[in-house]
């Protein structure tokens, strides 16, 4: 079993950077394929990003070149760099994971974090 713990959101103007973070605890980190999705206010919740236990990852297209996603599986964390921020960026960020990757990518993994505000705004 594993406990997701997301942190690292908050307010931000636009064109600035957050990274979160996401600790998991509980089981062997390494075996799991990770991924961060969003939730804004009146839409579906979205796949932002994901990374495979051997580092492969997708982005949506909306945030390529802007963000990246990566994991340290000594810390046992995954991270969300975010650059360049937009206001449309604003939303609910949730840490996802599961031992299978086209799992995490389709949203039907096993864990998922609480959850971090993240908000673009001037």
């Known amino acids: 079993q594993v406990q997701l713990v997301e942190s690292g959101g908050g307010l931000v103007q636009p064109g600035g950077s957050l990274r979160l973070s996401c600790a998991a605890s509980?089981?062997?980190?390494?075996?799991?394929?990770m991924g961060w999705y969003r939730q804004a206010p009146g839409k579906w919740r979205e796949l932002v990003a994901a990374?495979?236990?051997?580092?492969?990852?997708n982005y949506v297209d909306s945030v390529k070149g802007r963000f990246t996603i990566s994991r340290d599986n000594a810390k046992n964390t995954v991270y969300l760099q975010m650059d360049s921020l937009k206001p449309e960026d604003t939303a609910v960020y949730y840490c996802?994971?599961?031992?299978?990757?086209?799992?995490?990518?389709?949203?039907?993994?096993?864990?998922w974090g609480q959850g971090t505000q993240v908000t673009v705004s001037s």
């Open positions: 990374i495979a236990r051997d580092g492969s990852t």
């Open positions: 509980g089981s062997i980190f390494s075996i799991y394929a």
């Open positions: 996802h994971a599961d031992r299978n990757y086209l799992n995490v990518i389709n949203g039907r993994g096993n864990y």
